[in-house]
């Protein structure tokens, strides 16, 4: 495909709309193509990070394709590194040409690295290379609704029919950064899959997350889990409030199920950090504020599906600027993660990013099991920035 080159720059537009024009699964070659027409660039390829976020799968431009037999372990690599800072990584390769790795991230997403040889690179060129590497982010995100083309670059191992299930109730990006805050999302499977999803979206005015765990193993958790997070979903999508969501869930599984789920519901005001929430049985969140990890005290209700003539508590929080809250499911802390100090990790990663201290998390329940777990370990990370003047501390507030 012939990319039209204007004054030896190429806007954004055409970039964009050469990649609509090729095929979803050739993103990575229309930013090669525009690469090398403008700086000569060599040896231009996209590595994906895989679903567990510990190595790296390498799809190169106008080769053989997504090369899953030689995956890249990330930790203490560059990639690693690039990918952590945030920053392009510019070296010497050995043979008079300078290789560039720089971070493809949209909205705080992570989704890999662009790496790209060229003969020269000043600062003006090192620029356009970025600027390439964020349109490729957006062309990624995308492109992949068309496309299994990056949902196999993430696989690294064998997916089970349970979790192919369960990873398709995850949003597809477990990241996000707005001005209010940012949020990020792990999940390590179990070895026969544990129920475990979390979610959130963003609507004008609140912040919408949840954490849930569905009782059982293998297929029939997914199967449940399915009922459970298509139930939310519509119920939020309807305009009800967390009381509410929680309601139609606990009636989709009575009606349609004799399993049961734990789960909390969140919903985040944007303009004054004030959250109202639903705990069904699950696992306290913790926070991390002032420099201080506690447990956050909320009353815990039934689980989803119990049936019992008791009803849901809407109950308060109110984030501060520079609070962090950790919302954890049952696999952070029973059998062999027990062992894993959770709050130690929480207070010794407060400088992270919440991505990487979702790693450092996860990667630590995984080493405390001995890399297999009998129940799926999810985590989510949610920093409150807000740009706004502190709210009141004697407001309503749920543990104080």
């Excluded at 999940?187 to 899959?193: K, N, S």
């Excluded at 920093?383 to 309503?396: A, F, I, K, L, V």
Aim: aromatic share 4%; with cysteine; proline share 4%.
């Amino acid at each position: 495909m012939e990319v039209v080159v204007k004054g030896g720059d190429l806007e954004l537009g055409e970039l964009l709309a050469a990649a609509e024009a090729a095929p979803p699964g050739e993103s990575v070659d229309v930013v090669a193509h525009d690469l090398r027409k403008r700086f000569g660039a060599e040896a231009v390829s996209f590595l994906f990070v895989d679903l567990i976020g510990q190595r790296l799968v390498r799809l190169a431009a106008t080769e053989a394709g997504v090369d899953r037999e030689r995956p890249i372990d990330l930790q203490g690599t560059v990639y690693d590194t690039v990918l952590r800072s945030q920053r392009q990584h510019v070296e010497e390769d050995g043979q008079g040409g300078r290789r560039v790795i720089t971070p493809v991230t949209n909205r705080g997403d992570c989704l890999g690295v662009l790496e790209v040889t060229l003969q020269s690179a000043d600062d003006t060129v090192l620029r356009q290379v970025r600027d390439a590497a964020h349109a490729l982010a957006y062309i990624i995100v995308t492109d992949r609704r068309f496309t299994d083309l990056y949902h196999l670059g993430r696989r690294t191992t064998d997916t089970s029919l349970a979790a192919e299930i369960q990873h398709q109730l995850l949003p597809s990006a477990s990241c996000c950064e707005a001005a209010q805050f940012t949020l990020a999302a792990g999940l390590v499977p179990a070895d026969d899959i544990g129920g475990d999803t979390y979610d959130y979206t963003l609507d004008r005015d609140t912040l919408h997350l949840s954490i849930t765990d569905a009782m059982g193993h293998d297929t029939n958790s997914a199967l449940l889990a399915t009922l459970l997070v298509g139930a939310l979903r519509r119920a939020r999508r309807s305009g009800c409030d967390a009381l509410k969501q929680a309601s139609h869930a606990h009636q989709a599984l009575l009606s349609h199920s004799r399993g049961l789920a734990t789960g909390q519901l969140l919903c985040v005001d944007l303009d004054t950090g004030l959250c109202e929430l639903v705990n069904a049985g699950h696992p306290r969140p913790l926070r991390l504020r002032d420099n201080v990890v506690e447990e956050v005290k909320l009353a815990v209700n039934l689980p989803f599906g119990v049936a019992a003539p008791t009803s849901y508590r809407l109950q308060q929080l109110q984030l501060l600027p520079g609070d962090r809250l950790v919302l954890l499911t049952d696999g952070m802390q029973e059998r062999g993660a027990a062992a894993v100090d959770l709050a130690s990790i929480v207070h010794d990663t407060r400088a992270l990013h919440p991505r990487e201290a979702v790693q450092s998390l996860t990667t630590a329940v995984l080493d405390a099991c001995h890399g297999n777990l009998r129940d799926d370990a999810t985590v989510l990370i949610l920093d409150w920035h807000s740009n706004r003047s502190r709210p009141d501390e004697t407001g309503p507030e749920a543990g104080s």
